[in-house]
Nanobody
Framework: QLVESGGGLVRAGGSLRLSCAASGGTLSVYSMGWFRQTPGKEREFVAAIHWRDFKEYYGDSVKGRFTVSRDNSKNTVYLEMNSLKPEDTAVYFC???????????????WGQGTQVTVSS
């Protein structure tokens, strides 16, 4: 089970750090990804981190502002979000999966999501 936390309300230009913790299993053998979704829109890829070499991958809209990291000893993945914009407002989900070249492919393990709201 994956559980996200750390969402909330922040002003534009502010920062938040999301966490994705696993229970009942280990994240260390999975590449992990973050997605976000707003009502009426498709789920958007945000970031991913490889399970073995910790290589990071980012969606174009968050490059240079967001940082994905993981601590396998804590069975947790993080998403550090800086310079937040109103258009970053969404429900953020983490997922376990694998990398196929530079594409993150989620499997069936998803969290329930955490709301991030950025006010202007």
């Amino acid at each position: 089970q994956l559980v996200e936390s750390g969402g909330g309300l922040v002003r534009a230009g502010g920062s938040l750090r999301l966490s994705c913790a696993a229970s009942g299993g280990t994240l260390s053998v999975y590449s992990m990804g973050w997605f976000r979704q707003t009502p009426g829109k498709e789920r958007e890829f945000v970031a991913a981190i490889h399970w073995r070499d910790f290589k990071e991958y980012y969606g174009d809209s968050v490059k240079g502002r967001f940082t994905v990291s993981r601590d396998n000893s804590k069975n947790t993945v993080y998403l550090e979000m800086n310079s937040l914009k109103p258009e970053d407002t969404a429900v953020y989900f983490c997922a376990a999966g694998r990398m196929a070249r530079s594409t993150f492919l989620p499997n069936d393990y998803w969290g329930q999501g955490t709301q991030v709201t950025v006010s202007s």
